[in-house]
């Protein structure tokens, strides 16, 4: 399903900056969309129970074309912007979420078609990340407590969807809803 996503967004060619260097696509695709949001729907339940929140709506899917080449992104916050020294919500965002369209390969044979070497989606503040897994969907808070970044592609390309979730009311992260570190977080999920 992966593939034919991948084939459907039609993104084989990259852009290049006024220096040269490839750079992220993104665009929006209705059709790769509805395959995934039919998915998504499905399991929206569960986010809202652990996240503790109502989902309102689904914002339109990003598809992203991450080329060989191309170096570390900037680190973005999803729903805030940092405004005279402190992050002020612009976005009617809640929970993000991040669906692997390839996956991580550091060894040989190395199948270009849908694997990538680099891509990972770090998260620097609680100092983890997670390479991409082909049809894995990563979600998290949308807010300045998750500022995360794609690391630069050495070898292959990433293909992945960004989407975004937004809630009857705004989500608030609290950290002692979530306690000890990224180590525990995800038990029983992975």
Request: a negative charge; glycine letters at 8%; aromatic letters at 14%.
């Amino acid at each position: 399903m992966c593939e034919n996503i991948v084939a459907a967004i039609d993104m084989y060619s990259p852009d290049y900056d006024e220096e040269g260097r490839p750079i992220r696509r993104v665009r929006r695709h209705d059709d790769a969309e509805a395959i995934i949001f039919d998915r998504l729907e499905k399991n929206i339940v569960n986010v809202e129970e652990y996240y503790d929140f109502d989902c309102k709506g689904v914002e339109k899917m990003t598809f992203e074309y991450y080329p060989e080449g191309t170096g570390n992104q900037e680190h973005t916050c999803e729903n805030s912007n940092y405004v005279r020294k402190k992050w002020v919500r612009t976005r009617d965002r809640d929970i993000t979420g991040i669906l692997f369209l390839s996956d991580f390969q550091d060894q040989v044979p190395f199948d270009s078609e849908f694997e990538v070497f680099g891509g990972k989606l770090e998260f620097p503040q609680h100092r983890f990340g997670f390479n991409p897994n082909r049809g894995t969907l990563i979600l998290y808070p949308s807010g300045p407590h998750f500022i995360n970044t794609t690391t630069g592609i050495l070898a292959g390309d990433l293909y992945q969807v960004r989407l975004h979730l937004s809630g009857t009311m705004p989500y608030l992260y609290n950290p002692n809803d979530f306690p000890g570190d990224f180590t525990n977080w995800f038990n029983g999920l992975t």
